[in-house]
């Protein structure tokens, strides 16, 4: 009794610690670069991970098969459905530690947010996989059973998705209310209704995990410009802060079920296949959905970026909660063993060589070309969003007056916040004031274009010496 105390608890670590992770990771997204790489972050979280827990399941069935042959396991110990389900937890990454490293080291933004963001949405896929699988029969792998958890899946990412969407439009209701002296209660009322959205999914049977994160990414488009200056200061804080102390936390509860678990089972056979798997699963997924993004791009991912990519595919907390779920059978603590080292050795390994391997890849200068291009379909959205969402759920943006059709001017009255109509007058007035100083502009450009053309080279040093995700930088003064 004294050991269950301290063994690993995952309940607890779902309930508890992974929220805030997932909110924080969510709502501190760098929205530009996240929304200009959509397209590739939906697809190497959502298509990746897919094709990892096939790859990985296919491999570790016929590593099983090979156990057999070998006299470690009996016919009966291993499924098909515990090797998907061990290729769907081990499709979870967690790229904790590299990314910590890039983010000091300002590596090239691309690699940066196609990481991030595929940890981010791939969490969230991995755990509502690994349920929609044990929906199946043990030892049987029917039709209708497969088609049902394709429904399972597809039903719970989308009733999750508009739970967490539902919360947003909750919070934005903060903008009809006078809480800007108030910064104490706007935190609070924030961190309340987000936990909220993590508490609603979980009692209607879908995954918190999936709310949550949605709700994040609104809640930091959105929401988050409704709050004082303060308040945004202080939501950013308290979120951070939780993020390190669960993180830290987690580590250290994984640590302490390497000796408190009392039910280790390694196999050698089935520890050295799960390495191979990943790797081939990993292989399979970056390069290919690579070649396949890059057909018809002009900003391509290049080699450098798809090499690092593959070096960085960590497991973590999630896949290890994932396998102490279920350790009842001797199939699923075999699972839970490898699970535990192959996390504490991809952190260990892979996370203490990134800097050699960054260096070796030549990727730590890379300029940033692919920020400054967008598709027509995330302009559109984003025009779309500035023009009519922003307004319509905070303070900034244009007034909806001004940009909905007439017959719409009862609604736009009512949606507008007056805020927006102040900012309008003082961004009419900064216009106005940049207008009577062109002329002043246009008569000194002439005499003096050297002297710009020295300036906008050194801005260009400067943007390589300085942060390289902070958005698109302005364009060069010889363009004007």
């Known amino acids: ?95 904790v530690s590299v990314l910590a490293i890039f983010a000091e080291l300002q590596v090239d933004s691309d690699l940066y947010i196609l990481l991030f963001g595929e940890s981010i949405l791939n969490d969230a896929v991995a755990i509502v996989l690994t ?148 790797l081939v699963a990993r292989v399979c997924n970056v390069y290919p959905l690579s070649f ?40 699923r603590r075999v699972i839970f063993s490898t699970t535990l080292l192959v996390v504490l050795l991809t952190v260990w390994v892979l996370g203490s060589t990134t800097i050699p391997m960054l260096t070796c890849l030549d990727i730590r200068w890379v300029l940033l070309h692919s920020v400054l291009s967008q598709s027509v379909l995330i302009e559109m959205f984003c025009h779309s969003a500035l023009r009519y969402l922003r307004p319509a759920l905070t303070h900034s943006g244009p007034p909806l007056t001004s940009t909905l059709p007439l017959w719409c001017t009862p609604v736009a009255k009512l949606l507008t916040s007056p805020h927006a109509y102040e900012n309008q007058e003082q961004l009419k007035d900064t216009e106005d004031n940049c207008s009577s100083l062109k002329t002043d502009v246009t008569e000194d450009k002439q005499g003096s274009t050297g002297d710009k053309a020295e300036v906008a080279t050194q801005q260009q040093d400067d943007l390589l010496e300085g942060d390289l995700g902070l958005g698109q930088c302005a364009p060069p003064a010889w363009t004007e």
Request: charged share 10%; proline share 2%.
């Open 1 to 95: 009794q004294k050991w269950e105390k301290l063994s690993f608890n995952p309940e607890i670590f779902f309930n508890l610690f992974l929220p805030p992770i997932i909110f924080h990771g969510a709502y501190s997204l760098n929205q530009r670069l996240f929304f200009n790489k959509i397209g590739s972050v939906l697809t190497f979280a959502f298509l990746g991970t897919l094709i990892s827990c096939g790859i990985i399941g296919a491999c570790m069935y016929g590593f099983v098969k090979l156990m057999v042959q070998l006299g470690h396991a009996a016919a009966g110990d291993f499924h098909l459905t515990d090797c998907l389900f061990f290729g769907s937890l081990m499709s979870a990454t967690d790229p």
């Open 131 to 278: 349920y929609a699988i044990s929906t199946y029969s043990t030892s049987t792998f029917e039709a209708s059973s497969f088609f049902l958890s394709i429904g399972h899946f597809i039903a719970v990412f989308a009733g999750s998705f508009g739970i967490g969407l539902a919360y947003t439009i909750v919070t934005h209701l903060t903008k009809f209310m006078q809480l800007n002296s108030h910064p104490l209660l706007e935190t609070g009322l924030f961190f309340l209704l987000s936990w909220s959205t993590f508490l609603s999914a979980e009692a209607c049977s879908l995954s918190g995990i999936v709310a949550v994160m949605f709700c994040g990414i609104m809640q930091a488009h959105y929401t988050f410009h409704n709050l004082s200056a303060e308040a945004k200061v202080r939501t950013k804080q308290l979120f951070e802060c939780l993020n390190f102390l669960a993180e830290n936390f987690i580590f250290c509860y994984i640590g302490l079920a390497l000796f408190t678990f009392q039910k280790h089972i390694f196999q050698v056979v089935f520890i050295c296949g799960a390495f191979i798997s990943i």
């Open 292 to 331: 396949l993004l890059n057909l018809g791009q002009r900003n391509k991912i290049p080699f450098s970026i798809q090499h690092m990519m593959m070096f960085s595919g960590l497991r973590g907390a999630v896949a290890f909660a994932l396998a102490a779920q279920d350790t009842t059978t001797e199939a």
